[in-house]
């Protein structure tokens, strides 16, 4: 399918993205661009790359640029990527947020090469040794302003996505940016809130490592989560984030005055409408 | 090991502990113990139990009585047990808040027959339909006021947890109820809110359907559980989980004021210091 792609960024995403493409055969050469060489170093020996070079000459090289880094390194690289590629060429980037990104390359001449993606998968765990060749299967990836990129650019990108096993759906940015503050951003504040709750008044931590089983791990293991990926998001989603957070400290504040004012039937009907996520989660 | 045990409750808990029981060859018989006849008529189903009786004529025949039913219930119906049994019989209770029981069973003439254990092992689902036979292996299994039961009794039931593959430990009932608020109650509250949340807030289902991936998933996952069940485990430990709830507000209200006053490097540390549960949970 290609000859040569280029991944900026060698982690997690970057990082699956090429080594899946690699073992089905989609791509001969993968070149790896990152600004610290110890993740090139563990990408050349994990396979996820076959060579690296700095962005001009990689870019040059690529018959697409596949941009996954943190948010506010996305919007310069991505720019910058537009400025080197003719119109063969295809641009695309997977990160958590779309809406600045979006407006940051509204008026670039070559944004008909570019793609917005939000592939919605990932771990806890960052970097190229946290890449798994059974990444994206049967999640959702989307595309923002899909009528602001050239036909064939789209084309070939819903390829892969759909090839990597991913439903497609199709979002203006602003609309992206609200629903991923809901069934992604929040859940990773509260992530880190729990963890800071339970480091913060258990002392005893020895209990904690003995006592702590599945529910506690499941609602705190996105607490592992990079700051330095989560930061970017959390700026640049700001108003929307603080909008679900609001809410979430009501819902949370209605608990509380249950358990205070001893009102169980209230509380017993907050648990009944919260198992109403049956509907959504399966 | 045993001829006969009888299971109060035929759901998550003692269903799976059957199951097991019964798979490894370590009992002959098990009785059921139901309110509810359309429970009793899935364990006959299921392979759980091999007969339904009423709770006096089960006790009768069994050498262990395995008490696994909403913590409110399990404090009459153990004091029902021990009513029953002589010096031989073992009654073994599994639910989730051990203060209040351990007070109430405190001066029976037949405390010494019995366990109060609370195995850390759960899911979101309940009922006999949720029972596995690969249930608590790996987790931790707390036994409270070994002290007071008899050491043949704590010597049995120790040794069918390790042999489900639990790692058994000790702590006084308060302690446990205030460790059980930090790892497990909260993080059930945090999930019923957030999945209140959302829907309260995120008005197009679709969307969610679509896009929630596996984050959203694994921190609203328990926001499935059962009211019936959780209700009396929060009004039993109402203080140590309002305790834990009033900080875990705290710690939300603090990513909240960073976001309103754009304080990234707090933002930063927050999330910093939440990476610590790294220690805890790997």
Redesign the interface.
């Known amino acids: 399918m290609f000859n040569t792609i280029t991944i900026v960024g060698v982690g997690l995403i970057s990082g699956s993205f090429s080594l899946i493409l690699k073992e089905k055969g989609w791509v001969k050469k993968v070149i790896g661009v990152s600004r610290t060489s110890q993740s090139i170093d563990k990408a050349l020996k994990l396979g996820i790359i076959d060579e690296s070079l700095p962005l001009e000459e990689a870019v040059k090289q690529s018959e697409l640029i596949y941009i996954a880094i943190p948010v506010d390194a996305t919007i310069p690289v991505v720019l910058q990527v537009m400025d080197l590629v003719n119109e063969k060429q295809i641009v695309v980037d997977a990160g958590s947020t779309k809406q600045a990104l979006c407006e940051a390359v509204a008026n670039h001449p070559m944004r008909s090469r570019f793609v917005a993606t939000h592939p ?5 765990y960052s970097g190229p040794e946290a890449a798994v060749s059974d990444a994206f299967a049967g ?2 990836c ?1 595309i923002c302003e899909k009528e602001k990129s050239d036909a064939d650019a789209v084309h070939t990108v819903e390829t892969i996505y759909k090839m990597l096993g991913m ?1 497609v ?1 199709y ?1 203006n940015p602003e ?1 992206h940016d609200i ?2 503050a ?3 951003h ?17 002392k ?2 020895n ?19 990079n ?1 330095s990926m ?2 970017p998001i ?2 640049q989603n ?1 108003e929307h ?9 009501t ?6 005055s249950c ?2 004012k ?1 009102n ?1 039937t209230y ?2 009907e ?12 399966k």
């Open positions: 919605m998968w990932g771990t806890e999640r959702t989307v439903h759906t979002m609309a629903h991923a809901y069934v992604s929040i859940s990773h504040i509260t992530s880190f809130a729990l963890a800071n709750t339970v480091l913060e008044k258990e005893e931590e209990a904690i490592f003995e006592l702590a089983g599945g529910g506690f791990e499941s609602t705190v293991r996105l607490a592992k989560s700051p989560w930061l959390f700026k700001r984030v603080l909008d679900v957070l609001n809410e979430h400290i819902q949370l504040r209605k608990f509380k358990l205070e001893e169980y509380l017993q907050l648990m009944e409408n919260a198992n109403k996520i049956n509907r959504i989660i």
